[in-house]
């Protein structure tokens, strides 16, 4: 049927018509490229800058092949802004706007993990779930999560969709346990007292239905560990934000093991088996708990024999409860087998994450699979028990085979090509870095042809550039002059260059630090010299301190992590970004740490691959805050030298936007003076 379809020049004239949008060559190239790998079934990676049109570029292209085909195509996303964007913007003006073309409206839903949504069981009286050890013993918590649940319950007569996403503001993590399962605490439609009300199958349903189905990357990472399909059957699917699809299916790969989840799993069995099991337990959880506060937080390279020993009991005690729980008996009432279920999961989680521990130490370094490491943090406000977490190395064998083995799959964002080529991130997706081929547009930086394989999993990696002019629009400037960053804090003399930089922008700077320490050292610093207001993040939502900083152009807004990649402020009030130094992942974290020392061990270059992939990655994120809008002027600075003079900055530049680049102070501040000026 899909022949018979309008062609896709066509539906997306209409589509761009729909959004009062003007078409451009790149948008245009991207949507043709997505439809040759769908109908070739090759997949595909995009690079695509800001202001491209790229959602319009994958979504006409994929509604065009579900509704020619009836099937479902599924775009995942790594954040709730995007999400939103789609199904609350883009997808219901595109529905419209292709009806006639296609002969029909094409269908579209939302569709995320069972514990986003509500559960009418649970909140109905079935059984509750565990407070933390913490909330026990704390009247204010307590008292706070009794206040949240009440506020949930009166939620619950007004919601339709039972998400946890509309409840603005936000409830914690504890209260909102207290009305939502799991997948494997779940009774299931069939045997719930409520089913047929549930907001989790009413969304499974309708993800059912649909021509699209917008998840998230942990949802599709899930789907891919799990035995049971979580996602409807689906032939194509889109990744927006591809830069951030191995940290979050890294995330949803992660195991955790503490003394409070097994003293949760024990409370859960303890009515339901032999005293003597549950207390065996019992013991194991209070064993744990004495032998992980002399743990030394960080990286496990070899694991005490004492662990060892107490790990493998938890084990053994967690699966000799599974035993003494048996099957599930005919008759069971609901409240007693959803609380079967909830202790069943708990158990499993304990005794899997057990396995997995030791076993992570059976082989030798080369061959690891997973790393394990311990976190707690007594020092803060609320201080947080030692935790086991167990992640893997590597997800490229998973998303090989789950991913790209099973679906066409097309990746896009506004930074996939590190160093100028696709290979840093191909090689984490587990695609065959070496032997792609990628299509270069007209002024885009990535130019690279490699011969093809006989390998049946073949990709093209395509930059369709950016409509920007980053050359006469943005100037990057390295401050060669000043010392290499140390580790106490910032030195005086990158406070002094800020200062000068924000004095002659007028404010309307972004500041992006690699730390919150570093973030709140140049605030207060700052607050003491300058005139414009300095907001800091932690010092209210970070939603609220955007909007804060777009609305005042003398402002400016400093911060770590989230605002590298979370920050959209097009006009005048952004015309500055500074980072403070190259975001290398500190020397201390575990997973990075590993993941070097694994390819140093196979005798790659750990540095590279890892660190400096990372780092070039949160670089091009960070440049990227500055041009928003075609209108944008303004200068990305960069204070640590070592980007100008280490071996590997060659491979950090070229992974930035094409700015015209500058090394000379009294140039950027001149030309940051004239964008003030101008912009009053």
């Known amino acids: 049927m899909s022949d018979s379809l309008p062609p896709l020049r066509e539906l997306l004239a209409t589509a761009v018509g729909a959004v009062n949008g003007a078409e451009r060559p790149g948008q245009v190239k991207m949507a043709e490229a997505v439809e040759q790998a769908i109908a070739a079934g090759e997949h595909l990676a995009v690079q695509a800058g800001t202001g491209t049109g790229k959602s319009l570029a994958y979504l006409v292209p994929s509604i065009r092949h579900a509704v020619g085909k009836g099937s479902t195509v599924v775009i995942s996303t790594a954040t709730i802004a995007l999400q939103r964007q789609l199904v609350d913007r883009d997808l219901p003006r595109l529905a419209k706007a292709l009806k006639k073309s296609l002969r029909r409206e094409p269908t579209f839903a939302i569709l995320k993990g069972r514990r986003n949504y509500l559960c009418l069981h649970k909140l109905d009286g079935g059984p509750a779930d565990d407070p933390d050890d913490q909330v026990l013993f704390d009247p204010f918590a307590v008292s706070r999560m009794g206040r949240e649940v009440t506020r949930l319950r009166e939620w619950a007569g007004d919601t ?95 195991g955790e093991l503490s003394a409070a989840a097994v003293s949760v799993a024990a409370r859960r069995v303890g009515r339901m088996v032999e005293d003597d099991v549950a207390d065996r337990l019992v013991e194991c959880g209070e064993g744990l708990n004495m032998l992980l506060e002399d743990v030394a937080a960080g990286r496990l390279d070899a694991l005490p024999e004492p662990l060892r020993a107490t790990l493998t009991a938890t084990r053994d005690a967690a699966h000799a409860c599974v035993t003494a729980l048996g099957p599930e008996q005919r008759g069971t009432e609901p409240d007693a087998a959803s609380a079967r279920k909830q202790a069943l999961a708990a158990l499993e989680d304990v005794h899997d994450t057990a396995v997995r ?81 990628a299509v270069k547009a007209e002024g885009a930086a990535t130019d690279k042809e490699a011969p093809s394989d006989d390998w049946k999993v073949r990709w093209t990696g395509m930059d369709v550039g950016s409509p920007f002019d980053h050359g006469r629009s943005g100037i990057l400037y390295l401050a060669k002059h000043l010392p290499p960053p140390g580790r106490d804090g910032l030195p005086p003399a990158y406070l002094d260059e800020l200062k000068e930089l924000v004095e002659a922008a007028g404010g309307r700077t972004l500041g992006l630090f690699s730390s919150m320490r570093a973030a709140k050292q140049a605030a207060a610093a700052l607050r003491e010299t300058v005139g ?19 609305e005042n152009p003398a402002t400016c807004l400093f911060g770590t992590l989230s605002l590298w990649q979370g920050v959209d402020v097009p006009g005048p009030s952004l015309s500055l970004v500074v980072m403070d130094r190259i975001p290398f992942p500190r ?51 960069i204070l640590d030298p070592r980007i100008s003079t280490a071996r590997y900055g060659g491979f950090l530049r070229a992974s930035l936007p094409p700015f015209w680049p500058t090394t000379d102070p009294a140039v950027v501040r001149g030309a940051l003076r004239r964008l003030d000026a101008a912009a009053n």
Do not use: Y
Request: charged content about 25%; glycine content about 8%; hydrophobic content about 45%.
């Open 160 to 254: 339709e969709e039972g998400d946890r996403d509309e409840l603005v503001p936000g409830v914690s993590e504890q209260a909102w346990r207290q009305v939502s399962v799991s997948a494997r605490e779940c009774l299931g439609a069939s045997r719930c007292p409520i089913g047929t009300d549930c907001f989790a199958e009413k969304a499974r349903a309708a993800a059912g239905r649909a021509d699209v189905v917008v998840t998230n990357h942990a949802l599709l990472a899930i789907d891919a560990l799990g035995t049971a399909q979580v996602l409807p059957e689906h032939d194509v699917v889109v990744v927006d934000e591809a830069h951030d699809l191995v940290d979050r299916v890294t995330s949803a790969a992660t």
């Open 357 to 437: 521990v030791l076993e992570a130490f059976d082989t030798d370094t080369a061959h690891q699979r997973d790393v394990v490491w311990v976190t707690g943090d007594f020092g803060a406000q609320t201080p947080r028990p030692p935790t086991i977490r167990v992640a893997p190395l590597s997800v490229a064998g998973l998303l090989r085979e789950k991913l790209f083995g099973e679906n066409t799959t097309v990746l896009t964002s506004a930074t996939l090509t590190l160093g100028g080529s696709f290979d840093a991130l191909a090689r984490q997706w587990g695609l065959p870095a070496e032997q792609s081929h």
């Open 532 to 550: 414009g207001e300095i907001l800091c993040q932690g010092e209210d939502s970070t939603m609220l301190l955007v909007k804060k900083f777009a």
């Open 587 to 637: 020397p201390d974290d575990p997973l990075a740490s590993a993941r070097q020392r694994a390819v140093e061990a196979r005798g790659g270059n750990g540095f590279l691959t890892v660190a400096a992939t990372h780092a070039a990655l949160l670089l091009a994120q960070g440049a990227g805050r500055l041009l928003r809008s075609m209108d944008d002027r303004g200068v990305v600075a």
